[in-house]
């Protein structure tokens, strides 16, 4: 009887431990991080963006949103009667935004890039691909450069590439997936002018008839060099040099599409070993909600939940986890201490014109090397404390808004438009021109004495694959005997639809550093060792002390 008591009460009070859903973390402490306003309005939307390497922005909507509120200056009108909307235009559709300098610049765009692609070739040039009507075949390239603005190749792509995913390649080329009605893939630049289309019959078996559901792939680089590509619940490892399906993974738990137009997110979580790799994904909308929504009115909460999956396992398996909040249309962006920042979004509906309801203005942490307890009242479902609730904005970012890391180690916060054309008065949530940074607890004034700062090697260095370089840094704040600092590398992103594309962060090495004098010290790293790890190109370098980073220095790695 004693026995049975005893078992009982163990029962019960596992049952008390395990099975809360809320976050672990103190709920009456005041949310962590900090919102800035950088610009009330950049005269555009930040519908896609993407960092360079001279920390400067590159930022674009559409060229049929109507006129802008940001004058192209100088004289200069684009004069397109190919265009849907306005065919005389003054105003820009692309920006420039220098960080350091906190202005805008405006840049030309002649062809439509609404809902395109982009990625960084090895040499540091945005090359960003298709969009819609006159350029869903445009090739667009932007230089890195002072008065530089976008040069554009007409019939640059094979086919219209509209909704697509784009990846750098280790041998530095860039492949182009997917895209509306386009069940195939091609690379850019072309190695002959016959280069072909390769058939991806993938795409086409997770297309659902008038909704879709596998737009925008998310494509992950694989350390073996292959691409593991995730379009609507499933996913598959991809030899693109054959042209072969070398593995199936099994479908997401609960089978609820994560593609757009029921978008969540995902990341490549940071590789910390050659030999493994670790894919997140979060958020999205479960079936039928695109239907409900547009058809019916109906607004259905969204999904979360998140997956995890070790895609180098020989038998992966899905991991899934609570977030503390439902979340569709959310950006996942991997920080330089390898935690994942989840932000922007919605709790109901879809994306699509006029189809989110409900914003979230929490950003959310999740830290994927914490330890995580199972929960016991849903087998299967694992939650812990990974997920910690941050400080909220006050600007709703829902369809066609963006984030992005800087070299900071701010989060660049943009975009919102779920209207057809920009919409600013009698709308539930206007359009919205806004430039925010959200800076991530690691920026609170008492980790100042904790951080980092990097004395060599300097900006802009040009390092090699297996190189072994020495960082000296300093650090106020004396390193205790034995506290470790790590290194850590990211490749800027190219943001747009919930999805930073490229987005890549790898862990150089972890230890004790040598102490050269009070507050100097230095530890040596290996750079990754192949362009299957790290494609060829430019990365941010931080050393990380206690989670808190360092501000980032650019380095090119070939």
Known sequence: MRKTFILSFL?????????????????????????????????????????????RVVIFDRTDFGKSNLSLGGGRCRNNQNDTVIKYDCTAHSAEY???????????????????????????????TGGYNDGDRVVRVF???????????????????????????????????????????????????????FSLQFLAQTNVQKVENNLYPFVHLNVDGHLFIFANNRAIL???????????YPEIPGGDPRSYPSTGSSVLLPLKDSNEAEVLICGGAPNGSFQQALYHGKFHGALNTCGRIRITDKSPKWYVERMPFARVMGDMILLPNGHVLIINGASAGTAGWELGRNPVLHPVLYRPGNIIRPQIVH????????????????????????????????????????????????VLFPTELSLEAFSPPYLESQSSRFRPVILSPTSQARLKYGQRIIMRFRITAALLKGELVSVTMIAPSFATHSFSMNQRLLVLGQGVPVKLVPTLYKIQVTMPKSGCLAPSGYYMLFVVNQDIPSEGIWIHIQ
């Not at 919102?35 to 993407?50: E, N, T, Y």
């Not at 202005?103 to 982009?118: A, E, F, H, K, N």
């Not at 094979?158 to 893939?185: C, D, E, M, S």
């Not at 991809?238 to 199936?248: G, I, T």
Request: with cysteine; glycine share 6%; proline share 7%.
């Open 143 to 197: 230089r890195p450069c002072r008065e530089c603005d976008w040069k554009e190749i007409s019939l640059g792509l094979k086919v219209r590439r509209w909704y697509a995913t784009n990846h750098i390649l280790p041998n530095g080329r860039i492949i182009i997936i997917g895209g509306r009605r386009q069940f195939n893939y091609e690379f850019y630049p072309k190695s002959t002018p016959s280069d072909k289309v």
């Open 98 to 128: 220098n960080v350091l300098a906190n202005r805008i610049r405006p840049l030309m765009v002649q062809t439509d890039v609404w809902c395109s692609s982009g990625a960084v070739s090895p040499n540091g040039i945005l090359i960003q």
């Open 238 to 248: 991809l030899d693109y040099l054959k042209n072969v399906v070398v593995r199936q």
């Open 11 to 55: 029962v019960i009070l596992c049952q008390l431990l395990f099975t809360t859903t809320t976050p672990l973390q103190n709920l009456t402490a005041p949310a962590r991080g900090q919102w800035a306003l950088l610009h009330k309005s950049i005269g555009l939307v930040s519908l896609h963006m993407q960092l360079l390497y001279n920390d």
């Open 379 to 426: 087998p299967g479902i694992t939650y812990g404390p990974r997920f910690e609730i941050l400080q909220p904005s006050t600007i709703p970012r829902l369809y066609h808004s963006t984030a992005i890391l800087l070299r900071d180690g701010r989060v660049l916060v943009g975009g919102s438009n779920p209207h057809t054309y920009y919409n600013f008065t009698n």
